[in-house]
């Protein structure tokens, strides 16, 4: 793919602010107030320009869209400096019902990939009444504690490599001191034919500046491990996701040809959806940031899966 332009890097209009439930959440929020609502959510260590190329081509084609800085990402901060940094996939979902709450928005189609993706899953999955269709780049994302204790072939540990490096305190102070370093080495193994510019890199960068970037990226991988506790508050959530719960509503799941991030084949997660099922591989070279790399495509199957 050719690389983005240093003199032109898109960037959203502006951003607004909403408190919801332990956030004060930083989003972008375009299109027309009455349409068709879309929820954009990015990955780790992404943020939301993700999604800037993807958003204007669903604002043309009538929907409102809202892209949020997940917790411990940009200008998304925490309201409280007593709330515990948690970042067990549960929680992540029940930010997304809280900004959906304060905002007023009683159903959405969700979209999203890697961190994001997950987080569409679950509240596909644990609130269906919510969510109108999903677009779920790498397909199935639901875990649990307990299939996360279980080994791997080597060569596929080998993927997960930066997940044990965070689970030691060498590993949280080395992503703390080299956290743009980090995320650069991430975008370049995740996508190895994305010739991204630097400015690319940098626009995004700045979004791991967050004070509680670090604790929130730590607590999620040593989550899934077993390794760091979550909170009791979610403790149903989580044995409510431990099933593998069918996702019903309509889906349509993506995956780039280059993906070098882990993931796995779209036949061993497709029984997973029980609803109006669709699975797109997008080709050209296209790695694991899916909507940055393939905007058209991303924001085509968006507007599709509303009409499986």
Same mark, same amino acid.
């Given at each position: 793919m050719p690389s983005a332009s240093p003199e032109w890097v898109a960037a959203f209009a502006s951003l607004k602010e909403v408190d919801a439930g332990a956030l004060s959440v930083r989003y972008a929020d375009a299109g027309p107030a009455g349409g068709s609502v879309v929820l954009l959510l990015h990955g780790? $260590?992404?943020?939301?320009?993700?999604?800037v190329e993807v958003t204007p081509l669903l604002t043309a084609a009538g929907y409102r869209v809202v892209v949020p800085f997940l917790r411990g990402h940009g200008g998304t901060r925490f309201r409280s400096s007593e709330t515990v940094r948690n970042g067990q996939q549960s929680v992540l979902a029940n930010d997304v019902i809280e900004l959906m709450n304060a905002l007023k928005i009683e159903k959405a189609t969700l979209a999203g990939f890697d961190w994001g993706a997950r987080t569409a899953n679950i509240v596909a999955a644990l609130w269906p009444e919510r969510c109108h269709a999903l677009v779920s780049v790498s397909g199935y994302l639901i875990g649990n504690q307990e299939a996360g204790k279980a080994p791997l072939a080597p060569r596929d540990e080998y993927q997960w490599w930066y997940q044990y490096y965070f689970a030691t305190e060498r590993g949280r102070k080395g992503y703390d001191r080299y956290r743009r370093d980090f995320a650069q080495l991430i975008w370049r193994l995740a996508s190895p034919k994305w010739n991204f510019d630097e400015s690319v890199f940098q626009r995004s960068a700045v979004a791991f500046d967050n004070a509680d970037h670090v604790s929130i990226v730590i607590h999620n991988y040593r989550w899934r491990l077993g390794l760091a506790e979550g909170e $009791?508050?979610?403790?149903?959530?989580?044995?409510?996701?431990?099933?593998? $719960?069918? !996702? !019903?509503? $309509? &889906?349509? &799941?993506?995956?780039g040809d280059a993906n070098g991030a882990p993931h796995l084949e779209p036949a061993s997660y497709a029984r997973r959806f029980s609803g109006k099922y669709m699975h797109r591989t997008i080709e050209g070279g296209i790695g694991h940031n899916l909507p940055q790399e393939a905007p058209e495509a991303f924001a085509r199957a968006v507007m599709d899966v509303t009409n499986l």
């Open positions: 780790w $260590p992404y943020d939301i320009h993700s999604f $009791p508050q979610y403790d149903d959530l989580e044995r409510r996701l431990d099933s593998g $719960p069918e !996702i !019903i509503v $309509p &889906t349509i &799941t993506l995956e």
